[in-house]
């Protein structure tokens, strides 16, 4: 019984040549030398820094394309087509709708020519349009927004519903304005009368230039009773 303890005890004191299994090392557990571990520091911070800024690369492009252009040069001026301003103009008391090429931008896609639509009115009797309209005009009747409202004797509309976006139809029996959406209705004069829409018809800018009529295409923010630039884009 002596000897075989005295085997045991041997045999765990053992030296790795004299029977006990050797510890299996890797290049992981070489810490390496300082030179070495700065070294490796600097590749990984390295390697980090050039993702951040691969990450931004493509970051900026994609929020920029979700950003509206409003400050994108403002609205520019294009002109109607020339028969529907005419027809405008020999109208009596129904609204006409005018078409025309919208250019516009999307990011970074190249510039395009969009056929687009807006409706006009004339205007026979402004101090009545203004009681009609009140909600275009401050206190004392100057106009609410940074353009005339009535110009030339005429009010051009922008054919988009003020409730959620959708383009609204004219009821020229009942000479009105109707959204097939959600229901909302306007008078002949662009006033909301019933349905959910927060707020009238959008009026758009209008000149005469050279002989052509020229509008200024914008986008205002729908579901509000006030009117916020969204876009000088389709």
């Given at each position: ?77 294009t002109a109607l087509d020339e028969a529907g301003w005419k027809d405008l103009q020999t109208a009596t008391d129904k609204a006409v709708q005018i078409n025309f090429n919208l250019s516009t931008k999307d990011a970074y896609l190249p510039t395009e020519s969009v ?120």
């Amino acid at each position: 019984m002596l000897s075989e303890t005295t085997a045991l005890s041997s045999h765990a004191h053992a030296s790795p040549g004299e029977g006990a299994h050797p510890r299996i090392t890797s290049a992981y557990d070489d810490a390496g030398s300082a030179e070495e571990i700065s070294r490796r520091k600097f590749m990984a911070n390295a390697t980090l820094t050039i993702g951040g800024l691969i990450g931004l690369g493509l970051a900026i492009p994609i929020v920029g394309s979700l950003i509206p252009d409003v400050g994108a040069g403002g609205a520019t001026w294009t002109a109607l087509d020339e028969a529907g301003w005419k027809d405008l103009q020999t109208a009596t008391d129904k609204a006409v709708q005018i078409n025309f090429n919208l250019s516009t931008k999307d990011a970074y896609l190249p510039t395009e020519s969009v056929p687009e639509s807006v409706w006009g009115i004339k205007v026979n009797d402004p101090s009545k349009f203004k009681a009609d309209r009140s909600d275009l005009y401050l206190p004392g009747g100057k106009d609410s927004l940074p353009y005339q409202i009535v110009t030339l004797g005429f009010v051009i509309f922008s054919p988009i519903c003020p409730h959620l976006g959708c383009r609204y139809n004219y009821d020229s029996a009942a000479n009105k304005f109707a959204c097939p959406c959600h229901g909302s209705q306007f008078d002949n004069q662009g006033k909301h009368i019933a349905g959910p829409a927060a707020r009238g018809l959008d009026p758009l800018p209008l000149r005469e230039q050279s002989g052509k009529a020229e509008i200024e295409w914008i986008r205002y923010k729908p579901t509000v009773p006030d009117r916020i630039v969204v876009s000088y884009s389709n």
